[in-house]
């Protein structure tokens, strides 16, 4: 078992729609949760960090976290093309940071 | 404030030699991690070094390794390059210093092609 699992895509959103991407671990004792955008060709790019259950928002992006089901997910309003990305959610303990396979996001204008 | 700093951007090495990759993590920042990303694998996490001591390591061989200088500056390096080793790797610095986890921060990467 992977010990970031995320479905690697590709999902295709129109623009303006809500993205929906997911994000499950295996370790039940992590303690931070991030959400990493990654261009092509560029290095990963922090866009979001959550470390309690529930719902963290910031602009267009809402993170959800629900420990008890080991799952992270990551909303994105109004999606534009420039959301065309890989998103990768990350999981930590000890400062010792996993990354899921990472999903590729495509906005169709 | 300068971001995390990866040299050199791009490499080009034969099967059998060996390779330094160094990353300057940003200023104040103690906490240095290295990671493997290949189209296939993905991000795949090689190790962690805190105050020039690596805390963490991920399940690479011993060709692999790293260090820290009192600087907080990192070296990895990769003896006998395989053709597998290609691929970029990242290195990301984190303000942390022990208890909660802290946001890391990616440098721009070094593009290793074995040849």
């Known amino acids: 078992q992977k010990e970031v699992e995320q479905n690697s895509g590709p999902l295709s959103v129109p623009e303006g729609a809500i993205a929906s991407l997911n994000c499950t671990y295996s370790?039940?004792?992590?303690?931070?949760f991030f959400w990493y955008r990654q261009y092509s060709g560029k290095s990963p790019e922090l866009i979001m960090s959550?470390?309690?259950?529930g719902d963290k928002e910031d602009g267009r992006f809402t993170a959800q976290l629900n420990k008890a089901s080991q799952y992270v997910s990551l909303l994105i309003r109004d999606s534009q093309p420039s959301d065309s990305a890989t998103y990768l959610c990350?999981?930590?303990?000890?400062?010792?940071?996993?990354f899921g396979a990472g999903t590729r996001l495509t906005v169709k204008p | 404030k300068a971001g995390v700093t990866q040299t050199p951007r791009y490499l080009i090495k034969t099967r059998g030699q060996q390779v330094t990759l160094s990353c300057s993590p940003i200023s104040g920042h103690r906490s240095v991690s290295w990671y493997q990303q290949t189209p296939g694998q993905g991000l795949q996490f090689l190790f962690e070094y805190f105050s020039e001591t690596q805390r963490n390591k991920g399940n690479f061989p011993g060709r692999f390794s790293g260090r820290q200088f009192s600087n907080s500056r990192s070296e990895m390096n990769v003896s006998t390059l395989e053709l597998g080793d290609s691929a970029l790797y990242l290195c990301a610095s984190s303000p942390w210093t022990g208890g909660e986890n802290t946001e890391a921060f990616f440098g721009q990467g070094t593009r290793l092609t074995v040849v």
């Open positions: 370790d039940r004792v992590s303690q931070s």
């Open positions: 959550i470390y309690s259950n």
């Open positions: 990350a999981v930590s303990r000890n400062n010792d940071m996993r």
